[in-house]
């Protein structure tokens, strides 16, 4: 607001502050920037919120490529990296830990999800470049037929531009 206009609001809408000295009016609005707002509460609790949902993402990636029971995020992950924060970091590791879904059915969807689309995308995949296939004929013991399918591939990677086998 330009200064004749502050002069002026000040005597017709606050005339008790119109003698207040600039300390006054600056200690008002460090008041005012400082205080408690409500969008900032949500703001740091979502990130906070955030950071475990991602943790989650990543521990269960971790879980699926190992290959270990789903349940194992609750029965080792969680108490190890309980008592990681609380030997190596000495914080309390209750309010960390709370915000890590690693329960064998949140660790289950979350696999499912990362995995949902990967058929169509090695289809997609298979259909677009060249490839080298070796099948095999079995029989299970209860003499059903099994086919078995070898796909060798080379994938170009974009990062580095690299090849790597699928």
């Not at 950071?51 to 699926?64: C, E, F, M, V």
């Not at 000495?90 to 915000?99: E, F, N, Q």
């Amino acid at each position: 607001m330009k200064p004749s206009k502050l002069q002026d609001h000040l005597g017709r809408c606050h005339p008790d502050e119109t003698e207040k000295d600039l300390k006054y009016f600056q200690t008002l609005t460090d008041k005012f920037q400082k205080r408690p707002a409500l969008n900032r509460m949500f703001a740091s609790t979502s990130q906070r919120n955030h950071d475990g949902l991602r943790a989650s993402y990543n521990i269960s990636l971790l879980i699926a490529k190992s290959g270990k029971p789903h349940t194992i995020g609750e029965t080792l992950i969680l108490p190890a990296v309980e008592e990681v924060l609380k030997t190596v970091l000495h914080k309390p590791a209750s309010d960390i830990i709370k915000r890590i879904p690693l329960s064998n059915n949140t660790v289950e969807r979350r696999i499912d999800e990362m995995s949902s689309d990967i058929e169509s995308f090695l289809c997609h995949y298979l259909q677009t470049t060249r490839f080298s296939i070796q099948l095999d004929e079995s029989t299970l013991p209860d003499n059903a037929a099994l086919l078995l399918a070898y796909v060798r591939l080379i994938k170009k990677s974009t990062k580095n531009c690299s090849s790597q086998e699928l």
